[in-house]
């Protein structure tokens, strides 16, 4: 981690706020180690989960918004889970992306809010994930145009992935929960 004194000046208290509203007691955490050392992907992050944590109790949004970490925590809730106090660790990972995309803050690892928006457009549009339709709309957008070519032949030739996308009940609730028609968010 950075080591550079944090200053109580640089306390965010919205974002602390936000925190509270969302049940992510940072406050309970007391660097047991629990989180870090059990997460599967721990060793890829720039911030240990801990360390995120940590900055979050001192109010430190800034910093965490442009780490590696919230990018790439796969969201697979081990840490909560083995939290002594009970932190909804992966609930913190999520506002943190949250505000980065909202803040239009420059993503550390940029590919990946790409693939999120490629997923959860084809999720709007068809009900349910039309895969090709989503990887050439990632490719596109991200400029990874051969990147998993040959994986991507292989489950095509197994049947795994569809030419048409499948159409499934219920289409128009669907569009209605990603229309955001009765939430209010602030920046
Ligand atoms: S497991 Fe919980 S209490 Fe322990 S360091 Fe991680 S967040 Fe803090
Ligand atoms: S939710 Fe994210 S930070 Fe927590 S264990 Fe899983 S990958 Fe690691």
Request: hydrophobic share 35%; charged share 30%.
């Given at each position: 981690?950075?080591?550079?004194?944090?200053?109580?000046?640089?306390?965010?208290?919205?974002?602390?706020?936000?925190?509270?509203?969302?049940?992510?007691?940072?406050?309970?955490?007391?660097?047991?180690?629990?989180?870090?050392?059990?997460?599967?992907?721990?060793?890829?992050?720039?911030?240990?989960?801990?360390?995120?944590?940590?900055?979050?109790?001192?109010?430190?949004?800034?910093?965490?918004?442009?780490?590696?970490?919230?990018?790439?925590?796969?969201?697979?809730?081990?840490?909560?889970?083995?939290?002594?106090?009970?932190?909804?660790?992966?609930?913190?990972?999520?506002?943190?992306?949250?505000?980065?995309?909202?803040?239009?803050?420059?993503?550390?690892?940029?590919?990946i809010p790409v693939f999120h928006k490629s997923f959860l457009g084809s999720i709007g549009r068809w009900g349910r994930a039309y895969e090709i339709g989503m990887i050439g709309t990632y490719k596109l957008k991200s400029g990874d145009l051969m990147g998993d070519m040959a994986l991507g032949m292989r489950m095509f030739m197994?049947?795994?992935?569809?030419?048409?996308?499948?159409?499934?009940?219920?289409?128009?609730?669907?569009?209605?929960?990603?229309?955001?028609?009765?939430?209010?968010?602030?920046?």
């Amino acid at each position: 981690m950075d080591k550079t004194n944090i200053s109580p000046d640089e306390r965010n208290e919205k974002f602390l706020t936000k925190l509270q509203e969302r049940d992510v007691d940072v406050q309970a955490c007391f660097q047991c180690g629990r989180c870090s050392s059990g997460c599967p992907v721990g060793e890829f992050f720039d911030l240990s989960v801990m360390e995120v944590v940590r900055l979050a109790s001192y109010g430190q949004e800034e910093r965490l918004l442009g780490c590696h970490t919230i990018w790439l925590c796969a969201a697979c809730e081990t840490c909560a889970t083995r939290c002594p106090n009970d932190i909804e660790i992966a609930a913190l990972m999520d506002v943190l992306r949250e505000i980065s995309l909202r803040k239009g803050v420059s993503p550390a690892e940029p590919r990946i809010p790409v693939f999120h928006k490629s997923f959860l457009g084809s999720i709007g549009r068809w009900g349910r994930a039309y895969e090709i339709g989503m990887i050439g709309t990632y490719k596109l957008k991200s400029g990874d145009l051969m990147g998993d070519m040959a994986l991507g032949m292989r489950m095509f030739m197994k049947g795994k992935l569809k030419l048409v996308p499948h159409s499934i009940d219920g289409k128009a609730e669907i569009k209605e929960i990603f229309s955001g028609k009765g939430k209010e968010y602030d920046r």
